[in-house]
Structures are given as C-alpha cells and as structure tokens.
C-alpha cells in the first residue's frame, strides 16, 4: 500500500474507534501492513525491586521524617514509579516477515532473518541466538510473562518461512 493511503486508513480507524468506544462497542483493532504480529507479556522483577525499595524507605525514615516531607516523597517515587513500569513498559516481541523486534534494556531492537544463527523453544523458554556476537535473546514464561504457546507457535512459522535453524527441547 502507498503511505497516503496507509496514513488515510489509520485515520479511518482511529475515528471509527472513537465512535465505537463512545457507544459501548469494542474497538477495532489497528491492522499492521507489514503483516507482522506483535505479542506482549509483563515485567515483574523491576517494579517488584523498585516496590521494595519504596517500602523500605518509608518503613526505615518513619521516625526520621517528623520533620522533613522529602522522605515520604521518595518513598511514594519508588512505589508511583514501580507501578508505571508495571503497567506501562511492556516487553514485547514483534514478528515480522523477515525480522523480529524486542525491547531491550536501551531501547528497541530489530534484527534481520540473516542475523540470526538459531532459534531455540522449549515449554518455558524460546532463546533467540544471534550470529555477529554471539548474543541471546531469552522470552520466558516466568521472568517476561508471555504466552508461551502462542509465542512458540508463531516463532516456528518464523523460522520456517526464512529458514532459520530451530532447535526444539
């Protein structure tokens, strides 16, 4: 599809999804052109590290902070920010035709067919081994919280269609 008309239908649907929300009807979802499929799980550990923290510092300054309101603050940081990252910064894994998409640590990243030396799925863990360095990429069901089957579904249809080798435990 050209951009105009990709730009056209995206403002197409975004209309119709305000009106469809606004008499109760569920929305229609947004159809990616590339043909990719975005899956989505849950980070745990970070905000759960942050909660901690949070906690901690309200519990450890409660008789400290008679006077001084910055450690309350502090502590309600660490919670506010712990429950932001829980809800907002999702991992997540897009499968395109001919490359996959992750969000890392620094941002996201996308790597080619090409780049990719082999995959591997087991029940709880599909490993994604990178060719250049030698890097990994891990989604797992306990740590990222995604849907395994599916995730494991749509990686083998990946590696079939660019002929990546898969290894399955």
Do not use: H
């Amino acid at each position: 599809m050209s951009r105009k008309w990709e730009r056209m239908v995206r403002k197409n649907t975004k209309t119709t999804n305000k009106s469809r929300q606004k008499s109760g009807q569920p929305r229609i979802s947004e159809i990616q052109s590339d043909g990719s499929v975005t899956l989505k799980g849950r980070s745990w550990f970070l905000p759960m590290l942050l909660m901690a923290t949070g906690v901690f510092c309200l519990i450890s300054f409660r008789g400290i902070a008679g006077q001084d309101n910055l450690y309350w603050i502090t502590g309600i940081s660490y919670i506010f920010l712990a429950v932001l990252i829980y809800y907002v910064r999702r991992p997540f894994i897009k499968i395109g035709k001919n490359a996959l998409t992750s969000r890392r640590f620094g941002g996201d990243r996308t790597i080619e067919a090409s780049q990719i030396n082999e995959i591997t799925v087991s029940k709880d863990a599909v490993t994604v081994q990178i060719k250049p360095k030698g890097n990994r990429w891990v989604f797992t069901r306990l740590y990222n919280r995604f849907q395994m089957d599916e995730l494991s579904g749509k990686i083998k249809e990946f590696a079939a269609k660019n002929n990546v080798a898969l290894k399955e435990e």
